[in-house]
């Protein structure tokens, strides 16, 4: 079974550009998640879907950010302007769990930088 | 706010000692609770879960709950080289589904 995908690995754009990441979650997993680490922070949610609905977006840092999960698969997340602030890597996480925390199987990550 | 505390460490350790990590949280009312290992520029990858009080073992790997005191914690018995990595300790977020992690605690284990 393939893992929760995401791309690109790596992105790195210029202060006021746009950017838009991708996420592809475990098959059959309704619940998908955005998480984002800044260096030397932990790890910090964004926002929860359940199918395409957005369940929680509670930890959307501005309306620079938006995300998408057209259909129910897959997911995509794009910062538009882009502040150097919004360096950082940005986990997606998917799980199969309705209800509460479930067991969410993390995305390897797209590292941003905002120069 | 909702926080999870962990020492950041390192933790070091010798091979084929017991490794233990502890994590405390703030909110009361937190009903799920996760340890997952990060090795560097890689994903967090899950590695136990507990959800009531007492212990749960799985291999190497024992979590340990207590509500009453808030606290969390894991053990890595004989412990690996290859457990060197850091460990994130996550609460659920209550009744919805985001998870509030700690910043982790970094484990060598040496030879």
């Known amino acids: 079974e393939a893992g929760v995908t995401q791309f690109p690995s790596h992105s790195v754009i210029e202060k006021g550009q746009t950017v838009t990441l991708r996420c592809d979650p475990i098959?059959?997993?309704?619940?998908l998640y955005w998480y984002r680490r800044v260096m030397g922070k932990e790890i910090k949610f964004l926002l929860h879907?359940?199918?395409?609905?957005?369940?929680?977006e509670s930890g959307m840092p501005n309306n620079r950010f938006l995300a998408e999960r057209t259909g129910g698969t897959y997911s995509t997340l794009k910062v538009q302007p882009a502040e150097l602030e919004d360096s950082g890597v940005y986990f997606c996480a998917s799980s199969h769990t309705s209800g509460g925390a479930g067991e969410q199987f993390f995305g390897p990550g797209t590292r941003l930088t905002v120069l | 706010q909702k926080e999870v505390e962990q020492n950041s460490g390192p933790l070091s350790v010798p091979e084929g000692a017991i490794a233990s990590l502890n994590c405390t949280y703030s909110d009361r009312g937190s009903q799920s609770f996760f340890w997952y290992r990060q090795y560097s520029g890689k994903s967090p990858e899950l590695i136990m879960f507990i959800y009531s009080n007492g212990d749960k073992e799985d291999g190497r790997f024992t979590a340990q709950l207590n509500k009453a005191s808030q606290y969390v914690s894991l053990l890595i018995r004989d412990s690996q080289p290859s457990d060197s990595a850091t460990y994130l300790c996550a609460v659920g977020g209550g009744s919805q589904g985001n998870l509030i992690f700690g910043k982790g605690t970094k484990l060598s284990v040496k030879p």
């Open positions: 098959s059959g997993h309704d619940n």
């Open positions: 879907f359940v199918k395409e609905s957005k369940q929680d």
